[in-house]
């Protein structure tokens, strides 16, 4: 390798000492610590206060906020809050109010004691899912904003690295906490995950500092959809309505129809095509995540193994995956890079298939969980900007948290029936399987890398 070709990798891989790129791994810290303590380590601390499995299960459904957060999205894209936009600018106004929502909301579910008051505990856990779907929502807005696409890549790998570590501190870290604190292991002690649940809430800091210091994006009004939307405001006052109903018409297709509108007509028929896409993009990843925890305590993994190999190394390595993916879609274009990542999220599942027939093995594990999230985050990374190019700096926040949740829909409900598969044709078949899943999203990537990409208008970032 050359002397010149050296220099111009170095000289890409500068793009994480961007100020907004830095900014954007304390945003992703602050986004992905809500998620698992009201998931999966709330299920935790309510299984060891004695709650029964069914009512946790139900619980569960807590987390659908984040599934249905594109029917709020269009409040975040227009709604100005009083005082805080004024102050902060529209995204940053959201965000710290979201985040200063999810610090009392953690606040009220650490003075909770579950197995006191189950419906206070509920109530807590939903204002924290909604008020974090929320500043997903508003995050990706600023994110999709804050740069040029050139950069969109660094941005989606140090939110995803950001996102990562916070879900190593909301998991392990509470559990290590509350472990620290517990006077009687045997015993179910609520004073410790009170304490734990505590730190968790104050660590929400890191998001709500990083919030007051970063810039608003200075993003140039697109006159093409402001032009659109008098024209329909025109045709909403010809109606013969009073002067209120007639502004909240005009400011409901504003809201809510002209960034569904917006996409179709620039896409056109292709838009069908770029929906598909994002449908089944991580199939593979998503149908065969469900059961990697039930094989591993199928394989004799023990706890500590999983957690040392999947839950830490695993989530170091799917940082890694994001940075590289930022730096091959600055080199190469997010298009080759998208169409990287479906072949290697589909061929790594194929190590599963190698995994189940060597039965327990660590090392075997260890090089599995390298190649699977390595991929991952490759092609989180490369997902991210190709989404994050799709949408219209007008209705940023509504298209993106439309196209995420397009992206969850088809793939959670094929994993629903994952267990049954397993049951009836073994685990090497199942995991074969999703990665004949991956094959259909090779060609839709090919297909949709032939059509012209319409990104909308340049923007000027600052």
Known sequence: MSNTTVANWLSVCRIYAHPRVVGMLALGFSAGLPLLLILGTLSFWLREAGIDRATIGHLSWIGLAYGFKWMWSPLVDRLPLPFLTRWLGRRRAWLLLSQITITIALIGMANTDPLVNLSHMVFFALAVAFASATQDIALDAYRIEAVELRLQGAMAATYQAGYRLAMILASAGVLWIAASLDASPSEYDYQSWRIAYLVMAASMAVGIATTLIIREPDVSINHLALENEKQVGRVIASWNL?????????????????????????HGYHAILILTLIAVYRISDVVMGVMSNPFYVDMGYTKDEVATVSKVYGVIMTIMGAAIGG???????????????????????????????????????????????????????????????????????????????????????????????????????????????GVPVLVLVWLVGRIEFKAPPPEDHS
Do not use: C, E
């Open 327 to 437: 730096v091959l879609i600055a080199r190469l274009g997010v298009i080759k890079v998208l169409f990287l990542g479906a072949v290697l999220s589909a061929a790594t599942n194929l190590l599963f298939v190698w995994l189940s027939m060597r039965g327990h093995d660590v090392i075997g594990l260890i090089f599995t969980i390298s190649a699977d999230n390595l991929s991952a985050g490759i092609a989180s990374a490369a997902f991210i900007t190709y989404l994050s190019g799709l949408t219209n700096s007008a209705y940023s926040a509504t298209q993106y948290a439309l196209f995420s949740s397009i992206m969850l829909l088809l793939p959670k409900f094929i994993a629903g029936f994952s267990g049954q598969f397993v049951d009836a044709y073994g685990y090497a078949l199942f995991f074969s399987g999703t990665a004949l899943l």
């Open 242 to 266: 009073n002067t209120h109903m007639i502004r909240l018409l005009t400011w409901l297709y504003g809201a809510m129809v002209a960034p569904f509108q917006n996409f179709i007509v620039r």
